[in-house]
């Protein structure tokens, strides 16, 4: 499968607590993208990361991309009760053009 | 500036029959790609559309199939219907090519096939 993985599959918190979900890949890629899925706004887009970035910020949101282990981490510091949803990563992948794979998604529980 | 619309958002078919969904990008958007989200596979991809034309496409089987008209909007039906095909279908549009570029997404198509 082309499939990024993400790891946890599943993650409760308190709220004000840091959140931190991975995302593995197998293949070369583009860049990597993280979306956010909950049954109130359908599924968002939350930071593009290309494959020459290490690093990115958005807000109480953190991307890290690691090519060499084929991996990334989002990070949402100081988490809130609105951050529970579901969190996917999503590839570009060199050989598959320019379509998108989504991983199976993380869901998040903060709880207050 | 209007989001991703779809229609309709709820469609209960039987086995046999076959759906068009239609999907409306932001305007000025030039792509539209068509997910299915299903409980047991995740999000997957069917296909993409770029200024008319089929960029890429899923592994699905051929009773998938889409189109883009000149204005940028997508349809995609699927003929003979399967319980399989219970789903909910996502589009998404984006400026240029998807994937290199955020991606918005409509509310979604939510399909029961019974």
């Known amino acids: 499968s082309q499939q990024g993985e993400e790891d946890p599959q599943a993650l409760s918190i308190q709220e004000g607590e840091n959140a931190t979900m991975n995302c593995s890949y197998k293949?070369?890629?583009?860049?990597l993208q993280w979306y956010r899925q909950n049954s109130g706004r359908g599924l968002v887009h939350l930071i593009l990361?290309?494959?020459?970035?290490r690093e990115k910020h958005s807000g109480r949101l953190r991307v890290t991309l690691d090519t060499s282990k084929k991996s990334s981490s989002l990070l949402i510091t100081a988490s809130r009760a609105a951050d529970t949803a579901s969190y996917f990563c999503?590839?570009?992948?060199?050989?598959?053009?320019?379509?998108?794979?989504f991983g199976k998604g993380t869901t998040l529980s903060v709880s207050s | 500036k209007a989001g991703v619309t779809q229609t309709p958002r709820y469609l209960i078919k039987t086995r046999g029959q076959q759906v068009t969904l239609s999907c409306s990008p932001i305007s000025g958007h030039r792509s539209v790609s068509w997910y299915q989200q299903t409980p047991g596979q995740g999000l997957q991809f069917l296909f993409e559309?770029?200024?008319?034309?089929?960029?890429n496409k899923g592994n699905f089987p051929g009773r998938f199939s889409g189109r883009q008209f000149s204005n940028s909007r997508s349809e995609m039906n699927v003929s003979t219907l399967e319980l399989g095909d219970s789903a909910l279908y996502l589009c998404?549009?984006?400026?240029?090519?998807?994937?290199?570029?955020?991606?918005?997404f409509g509310p979604g198509t939510r399909l029961t096939v019974l």
């Open positions: 293949t070369s890629i583009n860049n």
């Open positions: 990361i290309r494959s020459n970035e």
């Open positions: 998404a549009s984006s400026l240029e090519l998807a994937g290199e570029n955020e991606q918005f």
């Open positions: 559309y770029f200024s008319e034309t089929q960029r």
């Open positions: 999503a590839t570009v992948f060199n050989q598959a053009g320019t379509a998108l794979i």
